[in-house]
């Protein structure tokens, strides 16, 4: 089904609280963080393994479980992982990097990373575990999320027009203020999301 005027009725119903106002988050400035993370030195293939060998380390030895906040500074969005500790390894973080669309994601285990303002359009991350990761402020447009456990993730103000989401587990996740349009949801797994203020506009589902 494709969303439309005609079907104003039953948008809500698809997409929770999508009928209703997001958060204002207009000190937040969004063109700042793409241009920060776009023109930074793209991650190559071996740093992006190393990271998730890392990571992997970091959740391993107790760096899972922690919640992820947030702060603003200066018109920029940061996270900040809060409870939990890891003794061996990295936490993952591409937190303002960026990523080409050729580097391969497909099947990773990357939860409770962090990706806030990623720079990542067209990303290739089929399969991917995401779970409890911070996506807030991220340029993800065209990604491929397809088939990916994605559970209380927060993508809050995210550009994922017409990002792939088929088949993936999004119960729980934040897309308040997302830009959705074009959006691929069919056969996702939507309990508890929420979506004020995201824009929906041609989202299939």
């Given at each position: 089904m494709i969303y439309n005027n005609t079907l104003e009725h039953n948008i809500s119903y698809h997409f929770p609280l999508s009928d209703q106002k997001g958060t204002d988050h207009s000190a937040i400035n969004l063109s700042l963080t793409r241009q920060l993370a776009s023109r930074k030195e793209p991650f190559s293939s071996d740093k992006l393994l190393q990271i998730i060998a890392q990571h992997h380390q970091f959740l391993s030895s107790g760096g899972a479980g922690g919640k992820w906040k947030t702060i603003?500074?200066?018109?920029?969005?940061?996270?900040?992982?809060?409870?939990?500790?890891?003794?061996?390894?990295?936490?993952?973080?591409?937190?303002?990097?960026?990523?080409?669309?050729?580097?391969?994601?497909?099947?990773?285990?990357?939860?409770?990373?962090?990706?806030?303002?990623?720079?990542?359009?067209?990303?290739?991350?089929?399969?991917?575990?995401?779970?409890?990761?911070?996506?807030?402020?991220?340029?993800?447009?065209?990604?491929d999320f397809s088939q990916a456990r994605l559970c209380n993730s927060d993508f809050s103000r995210a550009d994922l027009r017409g990002a792939d989401f088929r088949g993936a587990d999004c119960a729980g996740v934040d897309f308040e203020n997302c830009d959705l349009r074009g959006a691929d949801f069919r056969g996702a797994r939507l309990p508890n999301a929420r979506f004020p203020g995201a824009k929906l506009s041609d989202a299939k589902y």
């Open positions: 603003l500074l200066k018109g920029l969005v940061f996270g900040i992982y809060d409870g939990a500790e890891a003794t061996k390894g990295k936490q993952a973080s591409f937190e303002h990097a960026h990523i080409l669309s050729d580097s391969f994601f497909n099947g990773k285990a990357l939860p409770f990373s962090n990706w806030c303002g990623v720079f990542a359009d067209n990303l290739k991350a089929s399969g991917i575990e995401l779970s409890h990761s911070l996506l807030t402020d991220a340029f993800l447009v065209g990604a």
